[in-house]
């Protein structure tokens, strides 16, 4: 289906050489769009196009970090039709949020107590109503970079090269947001169940 | 002795690239002392298992959309 007559690739690009990239495209695409059949044809749409454009492909760069280029400009065709406003995110880094969590000599300031069978949270419905929370409770260039990683589980190198952020940076940034996740489920979550079983705060 | 500020920092670390065994050693003698650093530890290595789960419920959801 994504042969089209007369488009030869080169040998080294296969059809299935791109397929294997498909599912991180997909989390990709799904995160920007949120709906799956949106998102399934923007990664349609970028096969086929990396298929017809696979002599442009030099290797450079790699593979996916070439078919995540693509795959941005089907999105950002998308928001362009729908008009939607692209919000762009900026960062503090000045702005050192680390240090609600630790004290001057670098001790926690309250800090991880230890969570109860975290195991069972994850078959439990009302707990991903509160992960949903304190995901989106997290600034939005900190949520991106976090999702780029986690959910779409792009490597570090590849979340630096889509939203330019430089190593140190990234480093910074990942960490405060597994601190303030982490502190958010505690709050929200584990304590809660310690306190009253079963009663949650959404 | 290092810091649970830098510990921590390098437990986060450790989470997207390889660490050096000098830090892997940091680390593991800190974790044995400081229980706060220890639960941080656990629990980043949880939210990473979240997170990946969230990602199959989102993919859920958004299929039964009508």
Avoid at chain 2, 7 to 14: E, P, R
Wanted: net charge positive; glycine share 4%.
């Amino acid at each position: 289906m994504l042969l089209k007559a007369g488009a030869e690739a080169p040998t080294q690009l296969t059809e299935a050489l791109l397929a294997a990239h498909r599912p991180v495209l997909f989390r990709y695409a799904l995160l920007q769009l949120r709906d799956n059949e949106l998102a399934d044809d923007a990664v349609q749409e970028t096969l086929l196009a990396a298929w017809q454009a696979a002599s442009n492909f030099e290797g450079k760069a790699g593979l996916r970090t070439w078919l995540i280029g693509i795959l941005k400009h089907k999105i950002a065709d998308h928001w362009r039709h729908s008009a939607r406003e692209v919000v762009s995110l900026e960062v503090d880094f000045t702005d050192n949020d680390e240090d609600d969590f630790f004290m001057n000599n670098g001790h926690w300031n309250g800090g991880p107590n230890t969570w109860n069978d975290p195991e069972a949270a994850l078959k439990q419905q009302e707990f991903w109503g509160i992960y949903e929370t304190c995901q989106n409770n997290l600034p939005p260039r900190m949520a991106q970079v976090f999702m780029l990683r986690e959910l779409v589980g792009l490597e570090a190198n590849e979340v630096c090269r889509e939203t330019g952020l430089s190593d140190a940076n990234y480093w910074v940034l990942m960490h405060r947001a597994r601190l303030r996740l982490r502190e958010c489920l505690e709050i929200r979550w584990f304590n809660q169940s310690k306190a009253k079983k079963g009663k949650h705060h959404a | 002795m290092r810091s649970c500020r830098e510990i921590t920092a390098l437990v986060s670390q450790g989470l997207d690239k390889k660490l050096s065994l000098g830090e892997h050693l940091a680390i593991s003698l800190h974790v044995l002392l400081c229980s706060r650093c220890r639960n941080f530890q656990s629990q980043t290595q949880f939210i990473r298992k979240a997170a990946q789960r969230y990602t199959e419920h989102m993919q859920n959801r958004s299929s039964k959309k009508p």
